[in-house]
Nanobody, 123 residues
Framework: QVQLVESGGGLVQPGGSLRLSCVASGSIFTINDMGWYRQAPGKQRELVATISSDATTNYRDSVKVRFTISRHNAKNTVYLQMNNLKPEDTAVYYC?????????????????WGQGTQVTVSS
C-alpha cells in the first residue's frame, strides 16, 4: 500500500507565496508522473501542474510563470512553489502520483491521491 501526504497549505495574502510538499511512502518500486490538482468550492477538480519522471513539466495557463513544480526522486517527493498568489487560487490542493508498486515481486501501476491541503488567498 502507498500513501501520499501533503503539507504546506495555509492562509496567505494576495501576492504572497506558499510551498506545497507531497511525500509518497510504502511499497514503491518507482514513480512515474506526479502532479498537483485543485478543487474550489462548487467547482470541478482541475489540473494545476504535472511533472514526469524525466522532469518534463506541464502547467495550466493561469498559473504559468507564477507556479513551479519540481520533484526529488530519491525522496519520493513533489513540490509546488506558488508565488504571486491570487484569490482565485483559493482551493483544496491535491497531490497525485502514478506509482509502480512492488507486491512480492509483481509490479503494477496504480494512481494515488493525497488527502488534500487547503490554500486560502485573502486579505
Amino acid at each position: 500500500q502507498v500513501q501520499l501526504v501533503e503539507s504546506g497549505g495555509g492562509l496567505v495574502q494576495p501576492g504572497g507565496s506558499l510551498r506545497l510538499s507531497c511525500v509518497a511512502s510504502g511499497s514503491i518500486f518507482t514513480i512515474n508522473d506526479m502532479g498537483w490538482y485543485r478543487q474550489a468550492p462548487g467547482k470541478q477538480r482541475e489540473l494545476v501542474a504535472t511533472i514526469s519522471s524525466d522532469a518534463t513539466t506541464n502547467y495550466r495557463d493561469s498559473v504559468k510563470v507564477r507556479f513551479t513544480i519540481s520533484r526529488h526522486n530519491a525522496k519520493n517527493t513533489v513540490y509546488l512553489q506558488m508565488n504571486n498568489l491570487k484569490p482565485e487560487d483559493t482551493a483544496v490542493y491535491y497531490c497525485h502520483a502514478v506509482i509502480i508498486e512492488n507486491n512480492g515481486g509483481y509490479l503494477h501501476s496504480r494512481d494515488y491521491w493525497g488527502q488534500g491541503t487547503q490554500v486560502t488567498v485573502s486579505s
